[in-house]
């Protein structure tokens, strides 16, 4: 008994070495497979682009996919969860710049509409980044859409006060003279139409006057006349006299006075011709006067006129006949409303502005010549695509805007830009209606897809072209022939 139980033991020991080495070799064998399989990452977009970790490429940020395998067409990236492919948005092939959110049909050229996938690498444009949205919410993004409509702008200029010139009047005579008695002796006062303001005396009045008395007892006389040729006579004498006194601006009730008294008046009183503030003075007493003397004027300041320089940008927007807000900075912003009366057809070559002249009423004399004020303009604009100011990079070479295509994806869009209207601009071309922009964190944006855009150039990739061989050796370094050896082609 004894041998057979060491052949047994010797079976046994045998059975489980056999099984021990067929449990390792066969695990062995599972684990070599697995690292042959899982041996690295890289870009669908970028296929130089490798990583040894699954994530996002550093060059376009498209999700890395296993060596050996291509993007799946049923997966898309939508906060890290996968599921069925959505586009971005549509466009057209034979017009690229056309995109719609809905399937369709372009109407400029009525091509058939087709879909832009997030992994569609030909179709995504130039310098488009993907922003996760946790990064959005670190960074500060937020977007606005791009509205249409119309409504109004307002610009605003500096006006200067002056006088109506329709309201001004020169008090002068048409005779020479001597002033008598000054009754109006200081600058801005105020006068009434009809009050006196001097005397003058003058003796080529005074002899007319004396013709005009003559005349009227000549036609006395001539009344008793029985030729009736000497009546007439006399009727004429005395109303080309009559007529002398009156085109020298002396009034009726003057000469009806000279009638009635039969005297003539020796001085002669001048009144105001219209109400207003006395804004120059040059009458004194004892003064000799010449029809060329002015004496006073007088100025109504119940309505003025502003001055406003308005700016050549603004100047096309501005017509006659439209209102305007005047507003006085040093009376607690008091405003007034005026009517824009009529336009200079000059442009000042120092300022570069126009002259636009605005008519206001002043009953409580809050605006007198000289001040500055300040006038606004309204004016209605045309239904237009606008975006808030701070959306809009301008670069100086380009404007840009960021356009948020869905998913995390912003694509930097140039655009034109048109008139600033307050705190939006408007835009011409290259944005839609309801097309959402990035308001703020764009300039963090900006400086991501310029990097991307550097990187992705440097590589030398571009979309649809194909990648150089990571394994191609590179080409041999250029050494200088040395003397005596000719380089053949």
């Given at each position: 008994?004894?041998?057979?139980?060491?052949?047994?033991?010797?079976?046994?020991?045998?059975a489980?070495?056999?099984?021990?080495?067929?449990?390792?070799?066969?695990?062995?064998?599972?684990?070599?497979?697995?690292?042959q399989?899982v041996?690295?990452?890289?870009?669908?977009?970028?296929?130089?682009?490798?990583?040894?970790?699954?994530?996002?490429?550093?060059?376009?940020?498209?999700?890395l996919?296993?060596?050996?395998?291509n993007?799946?067409p049923?997966?898309?990236?939508?906060?890290?969860?996968?599921?069925?492919?959505?586009?971005?948005?549509?466009?057209?092939?034979?017009?690229?710049?056309?995109?719609?959110d809905?399937?369709?049909?372009?109407?400029?050229?009525?091509?058939?509409?087709?879909?832009?996938?997030?992994?569609?690498?030909?179709?995504?444009?130039m310098?488009?980044?993907?922003?996760?949205?946790?990064?959005?919410?670190?960074?500060?993004?937020?977007?606005?859409?791009?509205?249409?409509?119309?409504?109004?702008?307002?610009?605003?200029?500096?006006?200067?006060?002056?006088t109506?010139?329709?309201?001004?009047?020169k008090?002068?005579?048409?005779i020479?003279g001597?002033?008598d008695?000054?009754?109006?002796?200081?600058?801005?006062?105020?006068?009434?139409?009809?009050?006196?303001?001097?005397?003058?005396y003058?003796?080529?009045?005074?002899?007319?006057?004396?013709?005009?008395?003559?005349?009227?007892?000549s036609?006395?006389?001539?009344?008793?006349?029985?030729?009736?040729?000497?009546?007439?006579q006399?009727?004429?004498?005395?109303?080309?006299?009559?007529?002398?006194?009156?085109?020298?601006d002396?009034?009726?009730?003057?000469?009806?006075?000279?009638?009635?008294?039969?005297?003539?008046?020796?001085?002669?009183?001048?009144?105001?011709?219209?109400?207003?503030?006395?804004?120059?003075?040059?009458?004194?007493?004892?003064?000799?006067?010449?029809?060329?003397?002015?004496?006073?004027?007088?100025?109504?300041?119940?309505?003025?006129?502003?001055m406003?320089?308005?700016?050549?940008?603004?100047?096309?927007?501005v017509?006659?006949?439209?209102?305007v807000?005047?507003?006085?900075?040093?009376?607690?912003?008091r405003?007034?409303?005026?009517?824009?009366?009529?336009?200079q057809p000059?442009?000042?070559m120092?300022?570069?502005?126009?002259?636009?002249?605005?008519?206001?009423?002043?009953?409580?004399l809050?605006?007198?010549?000289?001040?500055?004020?300040?006038?606004?303009?309204?004016?209605?604009?045309?239904?237009?695509?606008?975006?808030?100011?701070e959306?809009v990079?301008n670069?100086?070479?380009r404007?840009?805007?960021?356009?948020?295509?869905?998913?995390g994806?912003?694509?930097?869009r140039?655009?034109?830009?048109?008139?600033?209207?307050?705190?939006?601009?408007?835009?011409?071309?290259?944005?839609?209606?309801?097309?959402?922009?990035?308001?703020?964190?764009?300039f963090?944006?900006?400086?991501?897809s310029?990097?991307?855009s550097?990187?992705?150039?440097?590589?030398g990739?571009?979309?649809?072209?194909?990648?150089?061989?990571?394994?191609?050796?590179?080409?041999?370094?250029?050494?200088?022939?040395?003397?005596?050896?000719?380089k053949?082609?």
């Amino acid at each position: 008994m004894q041998p057979s139980r060491i052949a047994l033991s010797i079976a046994l020991v045998g059975a489980g070495v056999l099984l021990g080495f067929g449990y390792g070799r066969w695990y062995a064998t599972g684990t070599s497979a697995t690292e042959q399989v899982v041996v690295g990452y890289h870009c669908p977009m970028h296929p130089a682009y490798h990583s040894d970790k699954p994530g996002q490429c550093g060059i376009c940020g498209m999700r890395l996919v296993q060596d050996g395998q291509n993007a799946a067409p049923h997966q898309h990236e939508a906060g890290g969860m996968t599921g069925e492919r959505k586009p971005l948005y549509y466009r057209d092939p034979k017009q690229p710049e056309y995109r719609s959110d809905k399937p369709g049909v372009n109407p400029a050229t009525g091509g058939d509409l087709e879909p832009v996938y997030t992994d569609d690498a030909a179709a995504m444009p130039m310098g488009t980044i993907h922003v996760p949205q946790e990064k959005q919410q670190l960074i500060g993004v937020k977007f606005e859409a791009a509205t249409a409509g119309g409504g109004s702008r307002g610009f605003r200029a500096v006006g200067k006060v002056t006088t109506d010139e329709t309201r001004v009047a020169k008090v002068q005579t048409k005779i020479e003279g001597w002033i008598d008695q000054v009754h109006v002796d200081f600058t801005g006062k105020l006068v009434e139409k009809g009050q006196p303001l001097l005397t003058l005396y003058s003796p080529e009045m005074l002899a007319t006057q004396q013709e005009y008395l003559l005349a009227i007892r000549s036609r006395e006389l001539m009344r008793s006349s029985p030729l009736a040729s000497s009546r007439e006579q006399s009727d004429s004498l005395l109303e080309a006299t009559r007529k002398r006194l009156q085109l020298w601006d002396l009034s009726d009730a003057q000469i009806d006075e000279i009638t009635r008294t039969g005297k003539p008046i020796k001085n002669i009183t001048l009144y105001s011709p219209i109400g207003g503030y006395v804004m120059m003075r040059n009458a004194f007493p004892k003064q000799r006067i010449t029809p060329e003397t002015e004496l006073y004027t007088v100025a109504d300041l119940s309505r003025v006129w502003i001055m406003a320089d308005v700016f050549e940008s603004d100047a096309p927007s501005v017509r006659v006949g439209m209102p305007v807000v005047v507003s006085l900075p040093y009376e607690n912003g008091r405003k007034l409303t005026g009517r824009v009366d009529y336009i200079q057809p000059q442009v000042d070559m120092t300022t570069r502005t126009l002259k636009v002249r605005i008519d206001v009423n002043n009953p409580q004399l809050s605006l007198r010549p000289d001040m500055f004020v300040n006038v606004d303009f309204q004016v209605a604009t045309a239904s237009r695509v606008t975006v808030p100011s701070e959306a809009v990079l301008n670069s100086g070479l380009r404007t840009t805007v960021f356009v948020d295509l869905g998913q995390g994806y912003l694509e930097p869009r140039q655009v034109t830009v048109g008139e600033r209207l307050g705190s939006r601009v408007e835009i011409t071309s290259g944005l839609r209606e309801g097309e959402r922009v990035v308001t703020s964190g764009n300039f963090l944006i900006d400086s991501e897809s310029q990097l991307k855009s550097a990187a992705a150039g440097m590589a030398g990739h571009q979309h649809g072209s194909a990648p150089p061989s990571p394994s191609a050796p590179p080409p041999p370094a250029q050494r200088p022939a040395p003397p005596g050896e000719h380089k053949h082609d």
